[in-house]
């Protein structure tokens, strides 16, 4: 009995162990002053002409309203100029080593044509790494949440302690553009049915010994993921998981900025457009010449916070 109960209080005290304190919520009308706004060239390639705040502000692409929601859009009115159709891309301030990051959001960019993600990434990319815990492309359903590295890491002989489905698990394959992705096996983790499913909880845990990603629709989300005291060792299997070890050492990913954005082809949609957008011509000529059909390629976010 004395044992049981010594056995007991171990187990409680590892289930208890994981505490994160809250470094940053953000959310409502202090929301853009956490990022920044890039104007650069997209380095994927989209067809996309990224714009200041100012523009973004006048032109009704950013706005808070309501009980403190964020929205984060693009052009869906005018014919798109040469560089591409305006949008936003917004990279945090600060960067990080280590955290919990989680996005609460209702409305997430859908469409042919699209390519949205919400990541981080470090310096001289891909040696510094990039992780991509939402991204997708067109009208997909499932999200791929993808670690892109220099040549040292690999996934190969891991376990598969995630629900999701891997596609490649060579994190450097391609020079780092392929990287390694994990397609979730929820169907509503992205575009259409997951705005439907009236959104959901993303949450990206990244230590000292791996990177794990869990997501939740809305009304299946664990209390105390909504809290500010989450508790991941309560949550479950992930969807992805990439731990670190002597074949992708935890060196692969450092001083990561937190980034949304929402570009048009690209190097991905551009590759896919005609497979998933049958009928549309191509994926240029169709985001430049149909506003009308971007009306759905929005963020709505309730927060993000960021824990360490």
């Known amino acids: 009995m004395k044992l049981a109960l010594t056995v007991l209080c ?31 060239d997209d380095p994927t390639h989209g067809f996309v002409d990224y714009v200041n705040r100012e523009t973004a502000e006048h032109n009704g692409y950013i706005y808070t309203y309501g009980n403190n929601n964020t929205y984060i859009g693009c052009d869906h009115t005018n014919i798109a100029g040469p560089r591409g159709r305006q949008s936003v891309r917004l990279e945090s ?3 990080y080593n280590y ?38 492309v067109d009208n997909n359903q499932q999200d791929q949440s ?31 553009t392929e990287g390694c992705g994990i397609i979730s096996d929820n169907t509503k983790s992205v575009g259409a049915g997951f705005n439907a499913a009236g959104g959901g909880l993303y949450a990206m845990r990244y230590v000292s010994y791996g990177v794990s990603m869990w997501f939740w629709n809305e009304g299946e989300i664990p209390e105390n993921a909504l809290s500010d005291d989450p508790q991941p060792q309560l949550w479950g299997e992930p969807y992805a998981n990439f731990p670190f070890s002597d074949s992708c050492t935890e060196d692969n990913i450092n001083d990561q900025t937190i980034t949304f954005d929402l570009t048009f082809c690209g190097d991905w949609d551009g590759a896919v457009f005609a497979i998933n957008c049958p009928g549309k011509g191509t994926c240029e000529n169709y985001v430049k010449n149909t506003p009308e059909a971007f009306t759905e390629a929005y963020w709505d976010i309730y927060w993000m916070k960021v824990f360490g």
């Open 93 to 95: 301030k600060t960067t």
């Open 146 to 176: 993808t670690l892109h590295t220099g040549p040292t890491c690999s996934m190969a002989g891991q376990p598969s302690n995630y629900t999701g489905t891997m596609v490649c698990d060579d994190c450097g394959a391609a020079s780092g």
């Open 10 to 40: 171990l187990a409680h005290l590892f289930v208890s162990a994981d505490s994160w304190a809250l470094k940053s919520k953000v959310w409502g009308p202090d929301f853009f002053e956490f990022f920044n706004f890039i104007t650069d």
């Open 99 to 136: 955290g919990i990051f989680m996005l609460y959001l209702s409305h997430m960019p859908t469409g042919c044509g699209t390519w949205p993600a919400w990541w981080t990434y470090g310096p001289n990319w891909p040696y510094n790494g990039e992780i991509d815990v939402i991204e997708t």
